[in-house]
């Protein structure tokens, strides 16, 4: 793909990013699967929302990591202040991305919580490693893209990963 089809495929995704709130509904459906992970050293079951792109695949895939509003009020939770990230989730497969959104949390820590916690990163980079393994999924083919606490978590996440192909960080 040329340099400028790039710019604009990505310029029309961080477009359907940044109008998330509003996004109608898409093609590819939100499921929330459960996977395994690790956090503070121990292994644990962890939810996530998977949504696929229709067609045979492989597709290129993104891990998209929520803003600290999820880590408050749990998914689906934040849905009722606005924050849809199934909309999130099903525009990007939309577009043709396997999008993978991992709950960091696995209860609610309380409505205004936004602090960051190592244990963040190790949950990012075991989802990382699960995505790759997803049906569909182009495992040459990783983002990491994140909102809020997201952000600075797939940041963060990006400095210690040689496999990503792009990054895409809003408001971290």
């Not at 040329?2 to 998330?20: T, V, W, Y």
């Not at 577009?95 to 991992?102: I, K, Q, R």
Request: proline share 5%.
């Amino acid at each position: 793909m040329e340099r400028k089809a790039i710019i604009r495929r990505a310029a029309r995704i961080l477009g359907i990013l940044m109008g998330f709130a509003c996004i109608p509904p898409a093609l590819a459906d939100a499921q929330t699967i459960s996977y395994k992970s690790v956090a503070g050293g121990r292994e644990e079951e962890r939810d996530a929302l998977l949504c696929m792109p229709k067609g045979e695949g492989p597709f290129q895939v993104v891990i998209f990591n929520h803003g600290s509003v999820v880590d408050g009020s749990g998914w689906p939770g934040a849905s009722s202040q606005g924050y849809r990230l199934d909309r999130v989730c099903e525009a990007l497969a939309s577009e043709g991305f396997v999008t993978f959104a991992p709950i960091r949390e696995t209860s609610p820590r309380g409505r205004g919580f936004d602090r960051y916690e190592e244990k963040y990163r190790e949950i990012v980079m075991h989802a990382v490693d699960h995505a790759k393994t997803l049906p569909k999924a182009d495992a040459s083919r990783i983002a990491l893209a994140g909102f809020s606490m997201g952000g600075l978590v797939s940041f963060l996440v990006s400095t210690d990963r040689s496999d990503l192909r792009a990054l895409a960080l809003l408001a971290p």
